[in-house]
């Protein structure tokens, strides 16, 4: 097996570990990185409107 295969599957039996041992946890973890994600995201979209305004 090469390494990013071993990698890549450690990676998964982490998050599936996680998900079924700490599923409160896991789902504000989510929660969080998708409120990371959607700020980002506006801050570009007022971006790119602030260029055209």
């Known amino acids: ?3 990013k295969k071993v ?3 450690a990676a998964v ?3 599936l570990f996680l998900l079924i041992t700490q599923p409160n946890e896991s789902a ?3 929660r969080t990185a998708l ?3 959607q700020s980002g995201a506006e801050s570009i979209i ?3 409107r ?3 305004a």
């Open 7 to 9: 990698v890549t599957l």
């Open 35 to 37: 409120g990371w994600l």
């Open 13 to 15: 039996a982490l998050v």
């Open 28 to 30: 504000e973890a989510v």
């Open 1 to 3: 097996m090469n390494v």
């Open 46 to 48: 007022t971006f790119v």
């Open 50 to 52: 602030s260029l055209f």
